[in-house]
């Protein structure tokens, strides 16, 4: 099986001037494929996690704002823009800690600020926007490949939250370099932790690679101590919503609880993103961590499982920092500590 590009599980795509989506809150237990018009339908899907994952948001974010350029009235060039901007601000607000959203809506904005007429905007905004697709698959390619090479035949690699095909637009980020490692004609073997409160481990990484035949083992997120204790896993692989040119790593809640974990246990932890996944401007105060609502946390599958007006912290994200880390897998290389530097000269191959 070509695990390469599932043509059927296209995370997010551009067709006949609407943006279609895999409805991810339904798996693994149905295939949805919702279409907007609106864009405001599309920030509401991000919102809402019917597309989620860093490089997946800001593919979405892209498409949002070139349906926000068709839908717009203006007829003049500037009335466009200036909608636009009102749109990106709607867009932006859904989800504040993947830092992928805000590279996504200033790349479109970027191109519709150098068109000249309202039919020049529309249509750089649509051709950039499925570029912005197109390349996310070709640099998740890049990233599998260069990523592989840190993984050995036999391997046990654990994965925490998603970060795969249904994350991205194929491919994958942590789960293309899982793929790229089986490709290469290495036997793995993944441990895939549920990710509570969302699931997005087990709804959707167990999914995906047993989906792809890669040998596949789901426990629940307080086993991640007992499997390194007991030899069970040999390195860690995660995705990223956001890293600091100081190497800090921002991914799914209990990230760090692995990453701690595995330095213990003297454990590689890796982390893959593309560099449209590095913020390098920010310090850690500046990351806002989105927090999300209490009955993600006090109920499973809408059953209650918490008594009644019970305070609730879920919190989306946490930071790892870079003492824990031991690569930053991208498309243009692997960041290794001192990772300021490391980093740095990533982008100047750019
Ligand atoms: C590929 S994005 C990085 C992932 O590891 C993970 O943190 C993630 O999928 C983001 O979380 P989500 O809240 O599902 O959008």
Sequence with gaps: MDSAIHPSLRTV????????????????????????????DVAEAIRNL?????????VSGAFGLAL?????????????????????????????????????????????????????????????????????IQINMRMGKNGSTLFDNNDTIMTHCNAGALATVAYGTALGVIRATRDSGKSIKVIATETRPVMQGSRLTAFELKHDGIDVSLIPDTAVGYSMANGLVSKVIVGADRILATGHVYNKIGTYQVAL??????????????????????????????????????????????????????????????????????????????????????????
């Design 261 to 350: 974990m595995a330095k213990q246990h003297g454990i590689p932890f890796y982390v893959a993103a593309p560099l449209s996944t590095f913020d390098m401007k920010s310090t850690p105060k500046d990351v806002v961590i989105e927090q999300r609502k209490s009955t993600e946390v006090t109920g499973v599958a809408g059953k209650k499982t918490a008594p009644d007006d019970i305070k609730v912290i879920n919190p989306a994200f946490d930071m790892t920092p870079p003492e824990l880390i031991s690569g930053i897998i991208t498309e243009a290389g692997v960041a290794k500590p001192p990772f300021e530097e490391s980093i740095k000269k990533l982008f100047a191959k750019l």
């Design 50 to 58: 019917i597309v989620r994952g860093a490089p997946a948001i800001g």
């Design 68 to 136: 926000a350029a068709l839908q717009s009235k203006a007829t003049d060039r500037d009335s466009l823009i200036h909608d636009m901007e009102e749109a990106k601000k709607i867009l932006f607000e859904t989800r504040p800690t993947a830092i992928n959203l805000a590279w996504g809506l200033e790349r479109i904005m970027n191109v519709a600020r150098t068109a000249k007429t309202v039919s020049e905007i529309r249509d750089a905004v649509v051709r950039e926007a499925k570029i912005t697709a197109e390349e996310d």
């Design 13 to 40: 795509e551009w067709k006949d001037n609407s943006v279609i989506m895999i409805d991810q809150t339904k798996l693994p237990n149905e295939l949805v494929y919702v279409k907007y018009t609106d864009f405001k």
